[in-house]
Each structure stands twice: as structure tokens, then as C-alpha cells.
């Protein structure tokens, strides 16, 4: 595993660069602040990944939110379907929402 540090003094953060860091817990819990982890995704990276970071956050309530992939999706619909399945699962401002996915993922998790 590779790390970059960007400093940002007090918002300085690792980038943590290597295989298998979905299954790093150690990785991941410190950043975690309740109970509760949203994870959002799309269609195409989910297959891949997002039974692994499940598997790793096992100690947590984990929700997923599932998105269609594609710049198109990046409009107030999906960010509804994000808020309706956040609601839906009783998440409040102690939930730590993951993007597991890049554009427009981060866009609309951020």
C-alpha cells in the first residue's frame, strides 16, 4: 500500500493507494463517527466492490443506495432516491455516507 498525504492543515487527509483497502477496516472505522454507514453506488461498480466494503463495515448498520451509472443520473431525481433510501433506512446526521464510485458518485454522495 502506497499513501499521499494532503495537507490541508487542520482537513489534512491519507490516500491510502493499494489492492484489497475495501477490507482494511482499520483503514476505514476511524473515519466512521456513529453507528451508521450509508454506502452510495452505481449499477456498475456495485457487483464489483460493494459486498466486500458490506462484509468489512459487518460491526455497523450499513444501507446501500444502488444508483443508474451515467453523467445523466447527475439531476435531483437520484439525489431523492439517495435522501428516500437514507430516510427509508432512519439515518440521521451521525450516519457516515461512503461514495464508493467515482464522478458522478462523489458528486451526488458529497
Do not use: C
Request: proline share 4%.
Amino acid at each position: 500500500m502506497q499513501t499521499l498525504h494532503v495537507d490541508l492543515a487542520e482537513r489534512s487527509y491519507p490516500i491510502h493507494i493499494g489492492d484489497g483497502l475495501l477490507g482494511r477496516a482499520d483503514l476505514l472505522t476511524p473515519h466512521i463517527v456513529g453507528r451508521q454507514v450509508a454506502i452510495v453506488t452505481n449499477e456498475t461498480v456495485a457487483p464489483l466492490y460493494l459486498a466486500a466494503l458490506e462484509a468489512t463495515l459487518a460491526e455497523y448498520r450499513v444501507t446501500s443506495v444502488v444508483l443508474p451509472d451515467g453523467e445523466a443520473f447527475k439531476n435531483w431525481e437520484t439525489l431523492q432516491t439517495i435522501f428516500d433510501g437514507l430516510l427509508g433506512a432512519r439515518h440521521d446526521r451521525r450516519t457516515t455516507v461512503i461514495a464508493l464510485g467515482g464522478g458522478v458518485i462523489g458528486d451526488m454522495a458529497g
